[in-house]
């Protein structure tokens, strides 16, 4: 098989996780009595892992990088609906729109290295929006609705502005700049527990040595890997 062909095995796969995913987030809710709210949100069962096998505070403190639906695919959703505070973030305005109506702390901004305004790709299907400089990577040009300017800082300018410090829960999911956005944070001063970070978009090269080869630096272990994502726990705290 071929290496088109490959990629295309790959999202079928991924597809139909997400849709049994998607189908066992509707019908199974927690048996337990230590939470509020018993539904998980994940695409592939993200929080479901971390909840069960990770040990975090009752109520930690989350930052959710490229946000998007406020319930849909929310890898924070279910934390902070059982107390966690934290912020959303997220440059799509419309999905930031969606974002306000539910979740308790929202910012519209892209995070990049460079603050002020950037370019951003709208798209039609708000998952698949980015950057214009991402977009124009993926080997899949997914159908554009408009080029807009978008308010962009350092992720640490962000933290600062509500006075978060340490983050119990960080996920990075933005079509391709995890990486730019992890070196926009000042790690020594808020020291992730746990890290989920997307490896592959569908669109886009797969991402998973790079990111592993950035981690394997830091005093992360990898825990989880999922279709899309890397869970990383710090092993220094």
Not at 52 to 64: H, M, Q, R, S, T
Not at 144 to 172: A, N
Not at 210 to 224: G, S
């Amino acid at each position: 098989m071929n290496s088109q062909g490959i990629k295309w095995t790959k999202v079928v796969e991924s597809v139909t996780k997400r849709q049994i995913n998607s189908l066992r987030n509707s019908l199974f809710k927690l048996n337990s009595g230590s939470v509020e709210y018993p539904r998980f949100h994940s695409q592939f069962g993200e929080d479901r892992y971390i909840y069960k096998n990770i040990d975090l505070p009752a109520k930690g403190v989350f930052v959710d990088v490229g946000a998007g639906h406020p319930t849909y695919l929310s890898n924070t959703y279910f934390f902070e609906k059982n107390g966690w505070t934290g912020i959303c973030i997220d440059a799509d305005p419309t999905q930031c729109e969606l974002l306000q109506q539910e979740r308790a702390t929202v910012e519209w901004a892209a995070i990049s290295s460079q603050e002020g305004k950037v370019e951003f790709a709208q798209s039609y299907f708000p998952s698949y929006s980015s950057t214009v400089e991402q977009a124009e990577k993926g080997y899949f040009r997914v159908p554009l609705k408009e080029v807009i300017k978008v308010p962009s800082y350092h992720l640490e300018t962000i933290l600062q502005k509500h006075r978060i410090g340490q983050i119990d829960l960080l996920d990075i999911d933005v079509e391709g700049s995890e990486i730019d956005v992890w070196k926009t944070l000042d790690y020594e001063k808020h020291k992730p527990k746990v890290v989920i970070i997307e490896y592959y978009t569908f669109g886009l090269d797969n991402d998973a040595n790079r990111i592993k080869a950035f981690f394997e630096k830091l005093p992360y272990r990898l825990v989880h890997t999922t279709c899309t994502n890397f869970i990383f726990v710090n092993t220094s705290l």
